[in-house]
């Protein structure tokens, strides 16, 4: 059994937190990974507040385990969203996007464990400054938005930078990447894309497919033009975005070029409109199965892993 300070924190039983990925992170997939063990996020995205709200009360029905909320700091609800996740005395929330201070306050009267999401030592220190309870550090490797550093350079940085629990994301896929993050200086992981083939996870089978067959240089990086750089699958959309990027087109108009494209991926299958988010780990996951699956063999490997290690050292 694997035991870490973010287990205690969170009241969980592993050091597994599934990803707060918008438009697919719903209470069903959020539920199934809380009764797994590990935390489950409802990703509140771009989504209004009568949405989230209404996921988080189908996650209070579909498990009794403790779970969290996503909230994209940039979204136009995000003022609203924050006032709901105390309202409903959510557990948990995680953030991304954006710096959540002005909310901090209200979150940590109400009781709630704020983590968020950081790619970069200056956003650690401020956020561990605003009381955060623990930290993500989310490597570059990672599906949606991204940063500069990869996971094995932001963990430790983040980890020599602040007194929190550091939980490493990007590129986790498996038990050898889960102990490299404890290694690295984490007391846990984030994972995204590997729950896209659970089971329980309501993407189109068309993105399920895209996953199973990715092979290892199968995402690209687009956005950055805008500021905003994205990690997704090399589809048609992402190939057409990418040259867009790099014409003449205006911001305003490149901007609309992505409208609606996550959605179009994860409700239709769409490949030709479709933006298909995915991590470079996608290349590691290439079965469908149960999020207690995917929980308890990711911590059981993990273990082996971590009990074999002396063999290398002589």
């Given at each position: 059994?694997?035991?870490?300070?973010?287990?205690?924190?969170?009241?969980?039983?592993?050091?597994?937190?599934?990803?707060?990925?918008?438009?697919?992170?719903?209470?069903?997939?959020?539920?199934?990974?809380?009764n797994?063990?590990?935390?489950?996020?409802?990703?509140?995205?771009?989504?209004?507040?009568?949405?989230?709200?209404?996921?988080?009360?189908?996650?209070?029905?579909?498990?009794d385990k403790?779970?969290?909320?996503?909230?994209?700091?940039?979204?136009?609800h995000?003022?609203?969203?924050?006032?709901?996740?105390?309202?409903?005395?959510?557990?948990?929330?995680?953030t991304?996007?954006?710096?959540?201070?002005?909310?901090?306050?209200?979150?940590?009267?109400?009781?709630?464990?704020?983590?968020?999401?950081?790619?970069?030592?200056?956003?650690?220190?401020?956020?561990?400054?605003l009381?955060?309870d623990?930290?993500?550090?989310?490597?570059?490797?990672?599906?949606?938005?991204?940063?500069?550093?990869?996971?094995?350079?932001?963990?430790?940085?983040?980890?020599?930078?602040?007194?929190?629990?550091?939980?490493?994301?990007?590129?986790?896929?498996?038990?050898?990447?889960?102990?490299?993050?404890?290694?690295?200086?984490?007391?846990?992981?984030q994972?995204?894309?590997v729950?896209?083939a659970?089971?329980e996870?309501?993407?189109?089978?068309?993105?399920?497919?895209?996953?199973?067959?990715?092979?290892?240089?199968?995402?690209m990086?687009?956005?950055?033009?805008?500021?905003?750089?994205?990690?997704?699958?090399?589809?048609?959309?992402?190939?057409t975005?990418?040259?867009?990027?790099?014409?003449?087109?205006?911001?305003?108009?490149?901007?609309?070029?992505?409208?609606?494209?996550?959605?179009?991926?994860?409700?239709?299958?769409?490949?030709?409109?479709?933006?298909?988010?995915?991590?470079?780990?996608?290349?590691?996951?290439?079965?469908?199965?149960?999020?207690?699956?995917?929980?308890?063999?990711?911590?059981?490997?993990?273990?082996?892993?971590?009990?074999?290690?002396?063999?290398?050292?002589?």
């Open positions: 059994m694997i035991n870490t300070p973010i287990t205690r924190l969170l009241g969980i039983e592993y050091p597994v937190i599934q990803g707060g990925m918008a438009w697919i992170a719903n209470a069903h997939l959020a539920s199934s990974v809380s797994a063990g590990g935390l489950g996020i409802i990703a509140a995205g771009n989504a209004d507040g009568e949405y989230v709200r209404g996921e988080i009360r189908k996650a209070k029905e579909l498990t403790p779970f969290g909320v996503n909230i994209m700091l940039m979204s136009p995000a003022d609203e969203i924050a006032s709901i996740v105390v309202e409903e005395k959510v557990p948990v929330v995680t991304g996007a954006g710096n959540p201070s002005k909310y901090m306050k209200a979150w940590k009267e109400a009781g709630i464990k704020v983590l968020p999401v950081v790619a970069s030592v200056a956003l650690a220190k401020m956020m561990t400054r009381g955060a623990a930290l993500i550090a989310e490597g570059g490797e990672s599906g949606g938005h991204v940063g500069e550093l990869t996971t094995m350079v932001l963990v430790p940085l983040i980890a020599d930078s602040t007194d929190l629990p550091v939980i490493a994301a990007g590129g986790i896929a498996d038990g050898r990447a889960m102990a490299a993050s404890f290694l690295l200086g984490a007391v846990g992981v994972m995204g894309t729950f896209l659970a089971e996870c309501d993407i189109h089978p068309v993105y399920k497919e895209k996953i199973l067959k990715a092979g290892d240089l199968a995402t990086v687009t956005g950055k033009r805008l500021g905003h750089p994205v990690r997704s699958l090399r589809t048609e959309f992402a190939r975005y990418m040259k867009a990027e790099y014409s003449d087109i205006d911001d305003e108009s490149l901007e609309k070029l992505g409208v609606g494209a996550l959605r179009m991926a994860v409700k239709e299958g769409n490949l030709e409109k479709g933006c298909f988010l995915s991590g470079q780990v996608a290349a590691r996951v290439n079965a469908i199965r149960k999020s207690e699956d995917i929980v308890k063999s990711i911590v059981k490997d993990a273990e082996e892993v971590l009990r074999g290690a002396g063999k290398w050292v002589s």
